[in-house]
């Protein structure tokens, strides 16, 4: 592809485009270069994706916080102008001349002036606000809608309905599949994300397949120091697992839990609500046995 | 006399009688139906007897009764014959038809089924003479062992819901309040804040609805108190919760409980269920106009649950992250509303304070903290259980009298009390008279009642990193310095432990520790690091030993300690070589046997499996586990033991 040369004088302005958490840096990098800076943004407003986040990898960050500052002075920058509801048409020309086309859609309100108090939403008589498209009905897969719809009948009118419903779910399942929690998402009005975060904060809980059996070996202080790290060992070893990892038959998961209050029976594991103690590595195909029998 | 409490009285009554008639005719064999007891049979047990009892024709003089736990779980699954109280440890299922035939038939006690006096090696027929039960206080446990938590009648013949009736006949709800305030009843949850203030505070609080929740979320590794209490009589944290709703002027309460706990679940549920029929709970207790009702509330496993704040958001749906303080829940707490939440074992204390009221009970105890209070005794002890003793008790009278000493005559070494927000109580400190301020004011706490023995086996190091690995992967990582200060402590004890300590190390630890307690924002982190800063005030020369000599004095630290043959005594019996899960043992039959350090996982195995008369497998550390030099290869023993004497006889020859 041929460039035609370089002017001897830069025009001395540049387009961003995309008004995310990359643009808003690259706008206010080149403004603090002396360059006059169009930000094109396809959307009601700038902040991107970013504005949705609650923490970013890898440092945990709060996103508001990261995005905040830049906002703010982005919206102050002489040099950066805010081109929103905006959709670039055509690029001509080359490096250090172009010519650039940008749609600007109708926004209905003096954008200069607007403090962004809202009181015109509030007051709109048609409600006539820019609303997002409604979002297509979840329905579950038909192996868990009784089970699901009958948990949800039975606790969604209580007051903090969340935690028993995912309880039950999980005791029912054994696990929380996507589809099931975009589903609850939805009939108890609590934003995925949210759910999405209770149901990873439990350790009871699970977000992958959890075998029929649930192998909990106590790691209390009392087990721990009578040797339940070796019973998990022998455990692990027989199984062909790691610690939280589930058999390829869907048989066992094998877990670590926090103390199960049985330092009488130290070392202690529990399968399926059942208890064993006072267990040394000898007794773990036993246990296993038993299992593999029920099954 | 209005209907519902006629009622009620009548069915104490009748199960009152009905127990005098049994007395004297009919043996209770009480056979303990706790979760340790079960996990060893306890329900196969009851099976076992039941129908035993049933085929020889017995059943208008005995009856088997399931109880909560008795306490003594060391010797479970186990049985307590009453009216005599006569105890049986370590039962089989196959011990039924010997029990029935000798004990029920020929009243003959069976002697090997006692419980053996580890001092006097002889048997002791009586629970009453057993030491373990004869320095204990039963208070709060008082019905532990003595009636089915199933059935409400067995609770009301045992003077159940008779506080619950005075309050309503004759109490206002201040005078209830003053009464707690001035038994002097403190928070058994850990921190010890006085009951009958928080009370007031939320009773004060003009906005309504307002909540009483129970907390049962014990979440300490090694305490199991709650647990024991919900399977023991479960309708004393009912009943208390009544009497604290009725004080605290609430409708509506909540006990959350840890999903670990399935059977006191179970029988928490029954006995709300039973509560509801008899008009305790609902609309229009006992023809009063107080209403209240109770709902359980399962966890999920997270520890920051017990932290009230993240308990109420748990309860709510939020995420459970604990928040600031104030204003306190008893302001603001569910849902926005004045909220109370007291400890299980605090609620349960309620009843037979307003029952026998605060003058009796306070002249239990210290004179700052009253009352008794439950202890799991774990660990390194002979008598393992659940206790209950009056505060004040120093410690030496727990571990030597009710715990009955160390196993193997070890030393003591160290308690740890609170669980992973406490801290060790160093051996020298045996005569400290356990309440709240004292622990305190040795670096621990009382936390929920967790005690866990130590012996001189245990390192120090080693256990500070277990707590700190713990409270690290429960931190809900909402305060950096929690969140990140316990990853640093644990990196540094990771070192340390590894023999990869450097200069500068203990330091840091000591400059980290407060550090994470001032910054933090909830109990947790507030506390996280007192397993370190009390091992290192009591052990501060196990930490420099780790560092300065790489050598772990109690020799546990894996990174640190090898395992080493004695060429001398190895007799080349192969039972270490078939048992090494590793296969780091050298040799062959009447080899001397050699452990390759570089295959070696030191799991331990040899040094349990080889024969005490033979003990030729020993653990090192520091200089002289860098010192030992082991043999290059296996060797036939005689030729080893021909070598030696040369050796000797060259050196005496000289």
Known sequence: MSCEPLRSQPVGAALVVGGGIGGMQAALDLAAGGIKVHLVEGRPAIGGVMSQLDKTFPTNDCAMCTMAPRLVEIGRHRDIEILSLSEVQSIQGGPGDFRVTVRKRPRFVNESKCTGCGTCVANCPVHNVVQPLEPPRIELEPAYREQVAGILARHRHRTGPLMPILQEVDAALHYFPEGVLRYLAQETGYPLAHIYRIATFYSAFSVVPRGKYVINVCMGTTCYVRGSQRLMDKLSESLGIKPEETTPDMKFTLKSVRCIGCCGLAPALTVGGEVYGKLTRKDVPDILRKCKEAA | ?654
Not at chain 2, 120 to 139: E, T
Not at chain 2, 332 to 361: F, S
């Open chain 2, 1 to 654: 006399m209005p209907l519902k409490l006629e009622e009620l009285r009548r069915t104490r009554e009748q199960a009152r009688e009905e127990a005098r008639l049994r007395s004297g005719k009919v043996k209770d064999l009480m056979v303990c139906c706790g979760t340790g007891c079960v996990a060893g049979g306890g329900f196969r047990i009851k099976q076992a007897l039941e129908k035993e009892i049933e085929r020889r024709g017995l059943k208008d003089q005995a009856r088997v009764v399931g109880t909560g736990c008795n306490g003594f779980c060391g010797q479970g699954p186990l049985l307590v014959v009453m009216p005599e109280g006569n105890f049986y440890g370590w039962l089989k299922p196959e011990d039924a038809p010997t029990l029935v035939e000798e004990h029920l038939v020929h009243g003959r006690p069976v002697e090997k089924l006692m419980y053996v006096s580890p001092e006097s090696k002889k048997p002791v027929p009586l629970l009453a003479d057993i030491p373990f039960f004869q320095k204990q206080m039963p208070v709060v446990l008082r019905n532990k062992g003595l009636i089915d938590p199933e059935r409400i009648e067995d609770y009301l013949a045992r003077d159940g819901y008779q506080a619950l009736e005075k309050v309503l006949a004759s109490l206002t709800p201040d005078q209830v309040i003053e009464e707690i305030t001035r038994s002097g009843l403190r928070g058994r949850g850990g921190a010890g804040f006085p009951t009958g203030i928080k009370w007031r505070v939320c009773r004060q609080e003009k906005r309504t609805p307002k909540y009483l929740v129970g907390n049962c979320d014990e979440g300490d590794p090694g305490a199991y108190m709650d647990r024991s209490l919900l399977e023991s009589d479960p309708h004393s944290l009912v009943e208390g919760m009544i009497i604290a709703a009725y004080a605290i002027g609430v409708a509506r309460g909540f006990v959350y409980i840890r999903t670990e706990y399935p059977l006191a679940i179970e029988r928490l549920r029954k006995a709300i269920a039973s509560a509801r029929q008899h008009q305790l709970l609902g609309e229009r207790i006992l023809d009063s106009d107080f209403a209240f009702d109770l709902e359980i509330r399962e966890g999920s496993g997270a520890f920051v649950c017990g932290e009230e704040t993240s308990l109420i958001h748990s309860i709510e749906g939020e995420s459970p992250e604990p928040r600031q303080r104030p204003p306190f829940p008893a302001q603001v707490g569910l849902w926005g509303c004045p909220t109370v939440i007291n400890n299980v074992e605090t609620l349960a204390n309620v009843p037979m304070i307003v029952a026998r009221g605060a003058d009796w009970y306070s002249t239990i105890g210290t004179p700052s903290s009253k009352g008794t209070k439950i202890f799991s005794l774990v660990g390194k002890i002979n008598n393992t259980g659940l206790i209950e003793v009056p505060m004040g008790i120093t410690l030496r009278e727990i571990i030597y009298d009710i715990g009955g000493g160390i196993p193997g005559n070890k030393a003591f070494k160290a308690v740890q009390t609170g669980g992973p927000s406490g801290g060790c109580i160093p051996g020298s400190l045996i005569d400290l008279p356990i309440d709240y301020e004292n622990l305190q004011k040795a670096g621990s706490m009382m936390g929920s009642g967790g005690m866990i023995v130590m012996d001189e086996d245990t390192c120090m190091v080693d256990v500070s990193k277990f707590f700190i690995q713990f409270t690290n992967d429960e931190s809900c990582g909402k305060c950096t310095s929690c969140r990140d200060g316990s990853e640093a402590l644990l990196e540094v004890l990771t070192r340390i432990s590894e023999g990869k300590g450097r200069q500068g190390d203990v330091e840091f630890l000591q400059e980290l520790g407060p550090a994470v307690k001032d910054a933090s924002m909830c109990g947790l982190g507030q506390t996280l690091p007192n397993p370190v800063l009390s091992t290192l005030r009591y052990f501060q020369e196990e930490y420099v030993a780790h560092v300065a000599d790489k050598e772990c004095p109690a020799k546990v630290c894996k990174e640190l300690i090898k395992y080493y043959i004695d060429p001398d005594k190895c007799p080349g019996c192969m039972l270490c070589l078939k048992n090494c899960p590793s296969g780091a043992v050298k040799g062959e039959s009447k080899h001397v046997h050699v452990i390759d350090q570089a295959v070696c996982t030191k799991c331990g195995e040899c040094l349990e499996i080889c024969p005490p008369k033979v003990a030729a497998i020993r653990k090192v550390t520091g200089k002289e586990a860098r010192e030992l030099r082991s043999l290059e290869a296996p060797i036939p023993v005689k030729e080893w033991r021909a070598r030696r004497a040369q050796e000797t006889r060259a050196r005496e020859g000289r």
